[in-house]
């Protein structure tokens, strides 16, 4: 039970870190990216490849953020011109694209056996549930540190100009500000959140494969973010843990219920996931915690 | 007179309709220039051109001396140029607060590294910001909603909120597509106020507008377009004695 719990928390962690990335590029430039899981498998095979080939996990992790801001900033190029639903239809194929290109490099990528044997740190020396347990330490400390910084960012003048962006992009160009500029920083950083998110999802699985990066993940996050409230980096947060958390919960319900074989509990699970989103969307549409207005810091009275 | 802002055969078309025909027009520095024409004679759309909403397909634009031709938005901003919009636009999840702020112009904690770290001079750029923002509302009574989301303003507010944003971005010229249009008498009364104690603090003002009366007070010279480029140009009465201009809104005498 405590490993299951381990287990958890530590995905949600992770499921967090996604919806931060989310967050940021969706609550805070309007961008709608549904690409999610594409930028999270970038991370995750880039850390496995490159500690596979020896380097340390750091550099792993380092190269997680370098390779899917790269891929990032290639998506924000190619997609200048396109804006809401066309650019969601565009990074949901680039999701696709991505994994398929998993599947089938087998060269790269192992293809559809995936790849094991990933390193996780230290768990030799310091045995399985010490592992689990320093390694949600690590993953929760890096959603902290995550959150705070893009809390920091939020509130920044860089924050209210991406809201501007998101709000009206033509008029952001009437106030001076470099609507490309903050589209293509923005999503890049986002993308390697994703890619983060990625990384410390390989070296915790120790074994990726291109169904691991399913675009039901990106609906989770979807769903989190939306549950959570879109454009405030805690609500992602928050979001995201309560949403790992019903779908965990889910779980144990579906088996509690008479009559429903293995099968149909599953199925039932992904109907309780629907209604939970469509249950928030009619009650709190603007989510657990809705974006604030900052209020004019007012020097004088 | 020294024009701040020079025109010289300005043409644009949209589908094969030549909405610019070739506008030659300047703008004296420190003026309040009325410009006027019947509807479809281009206003809105020179201004859409000059503030770089679109390119123009020929012609030349010099602002303050520098070329700024087919320059973009922002960059017209920092050359000194901002513009209204003859519907009050805004970013509906803003406060009149933010929009204020987001007006200044050369916050370096605009920059992702600077947001991130926090700078120093950052942290200075938005305190004086923030206290100019302050004295802004305040000039423009609009300090007690100045926490308020911009869709919770009336349309008067709007227009005042248009104003005041566009005067944190320092500029030396701007331009207001029908500033006073849809707004009560009284609020008339205020914004025109406005506009002219701004003159007088050295900022060049070009508008337009359909309430001649209102021009007639506030505009010298006004500037007359027609199908597409300027008809005349001089004194309202001037203006208004032209029998071209009495053609152009009223039809030809046959």
Redesign the interface.
Known sequence: MLSYLLFTLTIGGIYALLALSLNLIWGGVGMVNLGLAGFFAVGAYATAIVTGAGAPVIVGLGSALLASAIVGLLVTYGTLRLRGDYLAIVTLGLAEVIRLIALNERWLTNGADGMSGIVAPLRSTVGSQAFNLGYLVFVSAVVILMWL?LR??DH??????M??VR??Q??????????LR?KL?AFA?SAAVAGLAGALYGHFQSYISPDHFQPLITIYIFLAVSAGGV?RPAGAVIGAYAVVAFLEGTRFVAELLPGVDPLQAAALREMLVGAALLLILHLRPQGLLP?R????????P | MIPLLSVRRMTRSFYGVQVLTGVDLDIPEGSVTGLIGPNGAGKSTFFNVL???YPPDGGRVLLAGQDVTGA???QL??AGM??SFQLA???????V??HL???G?A?P????W???T?TKA?RQ???AL??E??AVARRLRLDHV??N?ITALSGGQKKLVEIG?ALM?HPKLILLDEPMAGVNPTLTEEIAAHLLALNADGITICLIEHDMALIRRLCNPVIVMAEGRKLVEGGFDEVAENRDVQEAYLGRRQ
């Open positions: 910084l920091r960012l920044s003048p860089f924050g209210r100009a809201k501007a709000e009206d033509e008029l952001a160009g009437f106030a001076g500000k470099p609507v903050l920083q950083l454009g974006e207005i900052q209020p004019a810091r007012k020097t004088r | 503030s770089g909403l973009k938005p922002a901003v920092k901002v513009r636009r805004g970013f509906p999840k803003l406060s607060f933010q702020m987001l007006y112009q916050q904690g605009e920059r992702l600077a947001a991130i926090g950052a750029r938005e305190e923030s206290e923002a302050l100045i926490d989301p944003r971005a």
